[in-house]
């Protein structure tokens, strides 16, 4: 018999495979199923961006192994004048400051690995992307859950670690604007950050996905635009979120380069980076796409109508400044699970259960703004209308 490694017993299934197979079963049984689920941009990447991988794919330069050190320079290079533009964090690519990554998942995954030995530490949001905690277990670490409560702003509480965990701690993840919850970081909660990570050793990696993702003029913060930030850490970012590359699976991490260089040893014994066609698109989209406006005018349509109409029926829901996601308390009597499982059979309507992303997700259910099949937000009409239908209510 097949004798799996004993790291895959850790692990639970992944979260949005059991979320595919729920929409499959649905789709099977003939259901006319509205799918608020994974963060996955359902609006096509600019065509712009399309044309020039086109045009780099003609060149047989690209069809080659990528064997810089750090990335195909054009795209480490275009990434640096980005963040310089963007946030005013300036980027030295000839000291190591930026690598390219297979996404932002492949880089926060392979950082555990680079970082963490049998028994040491991460510290990791919970709820937060299953990705940190899963990769700190693969790699014989332990995970310590830092809560994201609703009386924080859904901000750790960086004073409730206690000691022992902080000085064993050798890295810790953040993720804003957020997922699950859509929440976002101020700069003064990343001076707290850097204050912590100083004295207590420890490296932080920042997960900058959605930070292009945000609505109503708000421009969220780099973490490496706090001072001493690239003393301590590190932050990851991808253009599946900012462009509608998800499959393209193309992004970087920036700052420290001595955290770098741990990533980079890890990288390069296994992966061989991307196809470089893909990195000279996605140097051309940062320097000369400033933003998606006609998806992000759909995504905040489409959150209007989700939140004003789950506010119609008891909610009592913020309008979220960033990200897909809506995150949204399950009425009394409900497990995250059992209204998960209520939408799809009462309603047709299919959501990501907030215990998806750890223990303190119990009590929350996540609606995503990338909806597909939907073309003016006439499906989150639907969605509502179903909930009043079925007397679905807080």
């Known amino acids: 018999m097949v004798q799996f490694a004993d790291r895959l017993a850790k692990i639970p299934p992944y979260p949005f495979g059991e979320i595919a197979k729920m929409k499959a079963k649905a789709i099977a049984e003939g259901r006319d199923l509205i799918a608020f689920g994974i963060g996955d941009p359902d609006q096509p990447t600019p065509k712009p961006i399309i044309d020039k991988l086109y045009e780099a794919a003609q060149d047989p330069e690209t069809h080659r192994y990528d064997e810089t050190p750090y990335g195909w320079p054009e795209f480490i290079d275009s990434v640096a004048r980005w963040y310089g533009r963007r946030f005013g964090v300036q980027l030295d690519t000839s000291k190591g400051e930026v690598i390219q990554v297979i996404g932002s998942k492949e880089g926060l995954a392979h950082l555990a690995w680079a970082f963490i030995d049998q028994g040491d530490v991460s510290l990791v949001p919970d709820p937060g992307y299953p990705v940190y905690k899963v990769n700190t277990l693969m790699a014989g670490g332990e995970a310590y859950s830092m809560p994201l409560l609703a009386e924080n702003d859904f901000l750790p509480d960086l004073s409730a670690i206690p000691t022992e965990i902080a000085r064993k701690a050798k890295l810790m993840y953040l993720n804003y604007p957020n997922n699950p919850i859509g929440a976002c970081a101020t700069p003064e909660f990343f001076a707290d950050v850097v204050a912590f990570a100083r004295d207590n050793d420890i490296a932080v990696c920042h997960d900058a996905a959605y930070t292009e993702v945000s609505y109503n003029g708000y421009k969220a913060p780099s973490f490496l635009a706090t001072p001493g930030a690239k003393d301590v850490g590190i932050e990851i970012h991808s253009l599946s979120k900012s462009y509608n590359m998800t499959g393209w699976r193309i992004g970087a991490a920036v700052g420290n380069p001595d955290i770098i260089a741990g990533l980079n040893k890890m990288k390069s014994n ?115 209308d179903r909930l009043k239908k079925h007397d679905i209510h807080a």
């Open 270 to 384: 296994v992966d061989s980076k991307q196809f470089p066609a893909v990195a000279v698109a996605a140097a051309y989209a940062l320097e000369n796409i400033d933003s998606i406006p006609e998806t992000l005018a759909l995504y905040a349509k489409r959150r209007d109508i989700l939140i004003d109409g789950l506010n119609s029926l008891g909610w009592k829901l913020p309008k979220t400044k960033a990200t897909l996601y809506v995150w949204v308390p399950v009425p009394a009597g409900y497990t995250s699970v059992e209204f998960t499982m209520a939408l799809i059979e009462k309603a047709g309507i299919l959501v990501v259960p907030g215990t998806s992303y750890g223990e303190y997700g119990e009590g929350y259910v996540r609606f995503s703004l990338t909806i597909p099949g939907d073309k003016d937000a006439e499906r989150v009409v639907e969605a509502i």
